[in-house]
């Protein structure tokens, strides 16, 4: 199936900036013309096919530049740095974001696994990372065509929808980011669970044991797990994750001391600080200097 062909029904469905919803739940289709430099975002668990254009995003050092060549693949909830600074009117990003369902992920990669067919990985070997790039194989391109085909008729999408959802999730779990998935979908998946733990319960005084001990793993396993996984320390990903969800609370209008109560900060000095040693500025120069256009925030 020929990409082109994707990339037509996208711009025959999406005519300004911003992301719309296509019918499918979880399934969105977006446009940026705006040149907007990396910020801190979150990203949770899904995929992100670009058909035209460039995006980048940013994970402790590593740049992931991804196109019409790769899709990313999250399989964590991560605290992640993104923009789309090659934007403009002459070239537009154009593409589709997939939202994994946890459920329906599950239930495959565990089919996936109770199959002779699948690759199995040692229970004890490295950690997949929890964001990676994968190709356009054939069955991956083949699934999304058939799934944004649906989008042009709400009896289709109805009916067919969510079959065609999992057509496309065993496509990423059988491609270059499957490891990955299976690894945070399927047997094995403590890390992801931490996460989401943590992300459930952003507000509150959740501390390392905590995240270990809802796993069943001692300290200094998870310690080492987590950090194969996500490349950070868990006390850096908690701070991470509690500070980009902050600053964009903060871009989108949020007051500064409620965006600091909001993801667990009890001290405002203490939370101005770390802003300010994290992105270089404090909480309310951000605010004045950091506005995103509403339609362009989700594309964080």
Known sequence: MDKQQIKQLIESRVSEDGMIETGIKGVKLFRVTESIRCAPAVYEPSVTAIVSGTKEAILEGGNYHYDSSHYL??????????????????????????????????????????????????????????????????????????LLQLTNSPADTAILGSSRLRELYYAVLKGDAGESARRAFGVGNEIARSIEFLSSHISEAV??????????????????????????????????????????????????????????????????????????????????????????????
């Open 73 to 146: 693949c999250c399989t964590l909830s991560m605290p992640i740095e993104a923009g789309t600074p090659l934007s403009s009117p002459e070239n537009p990003l154009l593409g589709v974001y997939i939202a994994l369902d946890t459920r329906a992920m599950t239930e495959l990669a565990i089919e996936m696994e109770s199959t002779r067919a699948a690759i199995r990985k040692p229970r004890n070997g490295p950690v997949p990372q929890g964001v990676a790039l994968a190709r356009w194989d054939d069955s991956f391109t083949d699934a999304l065509y058939r």
């Open 207 to 300: 501390t390392i044991d905590d995240m270990a001990s809802q796993v069943g793993m001692s300290r200094a396993v998870f310690h080492r797990k987590f950090k194969q996984a996500t490349t950070m320390s868990p006390i850096q990903f908690m701070k991470s994750m509690r500070l980009n969800n902050a600053a964009m609370k903060i871009a989108e209008g949020t007051n500064v001391n409620v965006a600091a109560m909001e993801v667990g900060y009890v001290s405002s000095s203490q939370f101005s600080r770390e802003f300010k040693r994290m992105y270089g500025q404090s909480p309310r120069q951000w605010s004045q200097a950091r506005q995103i256009p509403a339609g362009l925030m989700a594309m964080q």
